[in-house]
C-alpha cells in the first residue's frame, strides 16, 4: 500500500492549494490521517489531524486556513489550505491508519508534495 500525495506547487501569499493523499490499494481504508509539514532546517511538525469520528483538529498557525476532510468513497485525504502564508511553505506529508483487509491496524506516510508560497 502507499499513500499517493499530490497537489503542491508555486503560489503566492493568499492563495490557495488543495491537497490529497490518496491510498493506492482498496484493501487499506483511510481510518485516520493527519497532514505534516517540514520546513528546510526545521523538524517535522504536525499540522491538521482526522479521526475516526470526524473529529480534526489543528496546530493554532493554521486554525481558520486549513480544512482537512476525507471521503470515503475515494479513499483519500484532503487538506485545503487558503490564505496561504510565506511561512507555510515546506514539504507537506500526509500519514493514513487504517484496517488492511486481514492485516490489522496500519500506518502508512506519503511521500510528500512541495509547498511553496512566494510573491
Known amino acids: 500500500v502507499q499513500l499517493q500525495a499530490s497537489g503542491g506547487g508555486l503560489v503566492q501569499p493568499g492563495e490557495s492549494l488543495t491537497l490529497s493523499c490518496a491510498a493506492s490499494?482498496?484493501?487499506?481504508?483511510?481510518?485516520?490521517a493527519g497532514w505534516y509539514r517540514q520546513a528546510p532546517g526545521k523538524q517535522r511538525e504536525l499540522v491538521a489531524t482526522?479521526?475516526?469520528?470526524?473529529?480534526?483538529n489543528y496546530d493554532d498557525s493554521v486554525k481558520g486556513r486549513f480544512t482537512i476532510s476525507r471521503n470515503n468513497a475515494k479513499n483519500t485525504v484532503y487538506l485545503q489550505m487558503n490564505s496561504l502564508k510565506p511561512e507555510d511553505a515546506a514539504v507537506y506529508y500526509c500519514?493514513?491508519?487504517?484496517?488492511?483487509?486481514?492485516?490489522?491496524?496500519?500506518?502508512?506516510w506519503g511521500q510528500g508534495t512541495q509547498v511553496t508560497v512566494s510573491s
Open positions: 500519514n493514513g491508519g487504517g484496517s488492511e483487509g486481514g492485516r490489522g491496524f496500519r500506518w502508512y
Open positions: 490499494e482498496s484493501t487499506f481504508s483511510i481510518d485516520v
Open positions: 482526522f479521526t475516526s469520528t470526524g473529529t480534526t
